[in-house]
């Protein structure tokens, strides 16, 4: 069945069935900046937790003795339980409240964040990792959903600029701290310092925030506990699958074949519990995915082009320092200074693409237009990166991605609020949010793959088994520094490729007005 099309009341009106409660468009402007303001620094810390870890790894690893086979997880674990948990996140905020699960997501990602800076096992700070990012994906849906419960779709542009311009500048900005926390004071500090920001924001949510709602007053609460679960055990395998899946497994290379029984049953528990899911969600009461959300056009478009620009999204930030230390022979922490015109092309591109849609009233040519500055990003990088380039001239290129990346992190998420029901923007917001992340992960999975394997065979061709090791030897040659600069460029043209897949899929996004004050409006429980 078609989703119902969008409620046209005054902000404020009580939904039907429910006593007359406050307008979350009518809270004061004071409140809606603190809100704001708590919202923004739980986005800031969890979007930065995805790359911070990437240049304090290698001390981590000499410190607590972490095998190449496990090594990945130090990121891996918090992406994949950021995934699962968005989809679940963003339902439980539609029907008890956004405060209630940012509260949970903030106390949730600090505990894991102490935690992970007092590990003392490998096992210990995978654990916290996965903990870290249990809370962290409360705090990706809830910031979102916020925008929306505090202005009309007209008024969300210069916002949703602004939120999605902070996720890209942290996820950016992660490797450059994290070299900079680990040189000055230990690998331990790139977790606590989530602690005293964090606190800020739990003091401002929990002292200032309203608890909007969009759950009618007296309706009972259904929670889809079967369908959570079905959701974790389809993803969570599927993902871990992906990871180590290897089409060759070289001495010390973490991973399995393809057509290893751990890998092959990964995959199976993973595809039992996705039947289980859609079979759970069609009778649920309350699901989690409500699959009559598809019909919508732009619902099920937007998801599918923040898939799909999600998975190339990492190529620059994970693997172009690599790049840039062992061909160019700049330091982490340059490396780092390095990704700064990234960082302020995303910046810049995210508010100005925002604020530029709210003034037309139209998401879709800013977002087309973007797209095609985006693509010309990927290809100048894929063509011109030599092992002879440096730090300047390749900064200079990622500034190009930057601009054409940053205005759809705001306009996915604009075009699927502006087009549900009003009673769906929690489940809504977190499908393109779970969408992008699923890219990520995806993304950054298969390019770990294909330069895994490129650089496995040049490693394998001068006596080196692989593993942690295979990188620092071949940049130790002029021919092995080729292969890296080869295997980056590589990614580049797979970043492309996939970038081509999202603009003819974004191409077929209906362009829609962008609704006027008239949009209904959150109520504020009592």
Not at 5 to 13: C, D, K, L, Q, S
Not at 95 to 105: D, E, P, S
Not at 478 to 484: F, K, M, N, S
């Amino acid at each position: 069945m078609p989703t119902p099309p969008a409620i046209t009341a005054t902000p404020g009106a009580p939904p039907a069935g429910g006593p007359p409660r406050s307008s979350g468009y009518d809270l004061p402007h004071r409140d809606k900046m603190v809100t704001m303001a708590g919202s923004l620094i739980g986005l800031f810390l969890a979007a930065l937790d995805q790359t911070v870890v990437g240049t304090a790894g290698p001390a981590i690893q000499r410190d607590l003795r972490i095998t190449p086979a496990l090594y990945p997880w130090l990121t891996t674990a918090y992406l994949v339980a950021t995934t699962v948990m968005v989809p679940v996140y963003g339902k439980l905020s539609d029907q008890i409240g956004r405060k209630a699960v940012l509260l949970t997501g903030i106390v949730l990602f600090l505990g894991g964040s102490m935690l992970c800076g007092i590990a003392w096992s490998t096992a210990s700070l995978i654990g916290f990792r996965a903990a870290q990012g249990l809370g962290a994906a409360a705090l990706y849906t809830s910031a979102f959903s916020v925008i929306a419960d505090l202005y009309p779709p007209a008024e969300r542009g210069r916002y949703q600029g602004l939120f999605s311009a902070v996720f890209g500048v942290s996820s950016v900005i992660g490797p450059l701290l994290g070299g900079f926390l680990t040189d000055r004071f230990g690998w331990h500090w790139v977790f606590f310092v989530n602690l005293p920001l964090g606190l800020v924001a739990l003091a401002l949510v929990w002292r200032r925030m309203p608890n909007m709602s969009r759950r009618v007053a007296g309706e009972p609460l259904h929670v889809d506990v079967a369908g959570a679960l079905f959701l974790i055990g389809a993803i969570a395998p599927f993902l871990v699958a992906l990871s180590f899946g290897r089409s060759t497994v070289r001495a010390n290379e973490a991973g399995f074949a393809w057509s290893s029984a751990p890998i092959v049953g990964l995959f199976a528990f993973a595809i039992t519990c996705a039947v289980l899911f859609v079979r759970q969600e069609r009778r649920a009461n309350e699901p989690i995915v409500d699959f009559s959300m598809f019909t919508n056009r732009t619902y099920a478009i937007a998801n599918a082009g923040s898939l799909m620009l999600g998975s190339s999204f990492l190529a620059g930030p994970v693997f172009l320092p690599l790049f840039l230390v062992n061909v160019a022979g700049v330091s982490a922490t340059r490396a780092g200074l390095g990704m700064l015109p990234l960082t302020l092309g995303i910046v810049f591109g995210a508010a100005f693409g925002g604020r530029t849609a709210a003034r037309m009233g139209r998401y879709k040519p800013v977002l087309m237009a973007a797209l095609v500055v985006l693509l010309a990003g990927f290809i100048v990088m894929a063509l011109t990166l030599t092992s002879a380039s440096t730090l300047p001239t390749v900064a200079l290129r990622m500034a190009l991605v930057g601009l054409g990346m940053g205005p759809t992190l705001p306009l996915f998420t604009m075009a699927i609020q502006n087009a549900v029901d009003v009673r769906h923007i929690g489940v809504a917001t977190a499908s393109v949010t779970f969408s992008r992340a699923l890219g990520q992960v995806l993304g950054v999975a298969v390019m770990g793959t294909i330069f895994a394997g490129v650089l496995g065979e040049a490693a394998a061709g001068i006596g080196v088994e692989g593993g942690m090791s295979a990188v620092g030897a071949l940049a130790a040659t002029a021919a092995g520094r080729e292969v890296i600069t080869h295997g980056v460029r590589l990614l580049f043209g797979c970043g492309f490729a996939l970038a081509v897949i999202g603009v003819v899929v974004t191409s077929r996004l209906p362009d829609a007005k962008l609704a006027s004050r008239r949009a209904p409006a959150p109520a504020i429980a009592d």
